[in-house]
């Protein structure tokens, strides 16, 4: 009796596992998706140039601004409910961009996916949290979902390429009806409801501040990257979301019952991982923008082609992340975050040597294995470090932390790095060598990033970390 009682309770874990996995998964091949797709949306639509960097921007400004409140509800509402309404609303958007007839209407419904995202996107982590224990089956699932994140954007480049190329850009939104059907089906069954707390009240002005302060800072971001710091709405918005970010830090200090626990800040470790995981997806997310144009603009390959071309990151990204679960028991989470980074620094400061007379293979293809080995190492350990000791109530809170520094990293980095770009002199140089140029200066910006989430990591994980094992062994 208890071998079978043993053996239901590791099935019914492996089946919320893969509920959540897959949910995960789901939102991140909508989004690469989207970015090889886009030239076959623009011509089908009959979108202009401008009104296409809204499929992604649209999407983009919706998740951004509702995650602390989407982590919130969970929190307060139940997380199955929340995961629930969540995939349920981002599955239904699916369908209407998959029969979207003009530009409106597939904006509207790629900001109401995006709304979705930030209900789902927190409760997928915070189920994992409150369903595994807290070493090794903890640490096990969050590999997993580390391993999702970095393999799921390759895969969803290369499946981009492929369904719109071979079928139809539509293809790619209606595979999600029947899988996010599955899941729910499965969550409805395997899932189990979370306590509730806070007697189902909401901090209204925090959830306001926080959702106008973060979308208002993602426009500033977002339009900056096309505009510049100089345009007068993107130096606006920019403004407006810093002074609602810190009314929302202030309010929270004071309110009973916030959407964003100030308290969360105060460890240490947690503090570490925000601050490197916004500068970490800086400069990953500039990286894969950057090569795309790399590989098309300057080596010649097609779409397709430079979807394949991501695949040395996925094998060892999908290798490191798996054996992550060992090496943390083995040497401690913050020293594999630690190596992991270093090896993502060398990775992008090897790749940001290319020029126009770089070959793919030791330009592109060996660096990326030390990028994908890198990330592999690095994002399941910022994870585990971002929830680090954190109350059971605040789970979904901390969740929804990582997530948004997850999404505002990726903005603000990219902007950052738009700007380098952009800010390069032509000299002499022709259209190709000039491409290169400008993004290996981008790449060497982002090696910056990198460096200092590096440092981050050291001061405020890693060394803390060694004074307990050293503290511990002492005693």
Not at 14 to 41: F, G, N, Q, R
Not at 257 to 268: E, G, K, N, W
Not at 300 to 321: M, Q
Request: net charge positive; glycine share 12%.
């Amino acid at each position: 009796m208890k071998h079978a009682s043993t053996s239901g309770a590791a099935t019914h874990r492996t089946a919320v596992m893969a509920i959540v996995l897959v949910s995960y998964l789901m939102t991140l091949l909508d989004v690469s998706i989207v970015i090889t797709a886009l030239p076959k949306i623009q011509q089908s639509l009959q979108f202009s140039a401008t009104e296409l960097s809204w499929v992604q921007n649209a999407y983009t400004l919706a998740f951004g601004g509702l995650l602390l409140l989407g982590a919130r509800a969970g929190d307060i509402l139940g997380r199955r409910r929340m995961f629930l309404w969540g995939m349920g609303l981002f599955t239904l958007a699916s369908l209407a961009i998959g029969l979207a007839q003009s530009p409106e209407w597939l904006l509207c419904a790629r900001a109401v996916q995006g709304i979705g995202s930030a209900i789902l996107a927190p409760s997928t982590l915070a189920l994992l949290s409150t369903n595994f224990a807290e070493v090794p089956e903890r640490t096990r699932a969050l590999s997993l979902y580390g391993a999702t994140a970095g393999v799921g954007a390759s895969i969803g480049l290369v499946l981009g390429g492929v369904i719109a190329d071979w079928l139809s850009w539509r293809v790619g939104f209606f595979i999600n009806l029947p899988i996010g059907l599955a899941v729910i089906w499965g969550a409805r069954r395997y899932i189990q409801e979370t306590e509730r707390h806070a007697s189902g009240q909401f901090d209204g002005l925090g959830a306001v501040a926080s959702t106008l302060g973060m979308g208002a800072l993602v426009y500033g971001l977002v339009r900056s990257a096309g505009t510049g710091w100089g345009d007068g709405l993107t130096v606006a918005s920019l403004a407006a979301g810093l002074l609602l970010l810190a009314l929302l830090v202030w309010h929270e200090s004071r309110v009973q019952q916030p959407i964003m626990p100030l308290r969360l800040f105060a460890h240490r470790e947690r503090a570490g991982a925000y601050v490197a995981r916004v500068l970490f997806l800086g400069a990953m997310v500039g990286f894969w923008f950057f090569t795309t144009q790399f590989l098309q603009g300057v080596l010649g390959f097609s779409p397709f082609e430079a979807g394949l071309a991501y695949l040395p990151t996925t094998i060892p990204n999908f290798a490191a992340a798996m054996a992550v679960p060992r090496l943390t028991q083995r040497f401690g989470n913050g020293r594999v975050l630690g190596a992991g980074l270093a090896t993502t620094v060398l990775g992008m400061v090897w790749v940001s040597s290319v020029s126009v007379d770089s070959l793919y293979l030791t330009g592109i293809a060996l660096p990326m294995v030390l990028l994908g080995l890198g990330q592999g190492c690095t994002l399941s350990p910022l994870t585990v470090a971002g929830i680090a000791g954190v109350r059971r109530e605040d789970a979904g809170a901390a969740s929804g932390l990582v997530n948004a520094a997850h999404q505002l990293g990726g903005s603000l980095g990219l902007a950052i790095l738009v700007v380098v770009f952009a800010a390069v002199d032509q000299g002499t140089l022709d259209a190709r060598a000039l491409l290169a140029h400008r993004i290996a200066a981008a790449f060497a910006a982002g090696s910056v990033m990198l460096a200092l989430a590096l440092a981050a990591v050291l001061w405020l994980i890693v060394l803390p970390e060694s004074r307990r094992k050293l503290a511990a062994c002492m005693g």
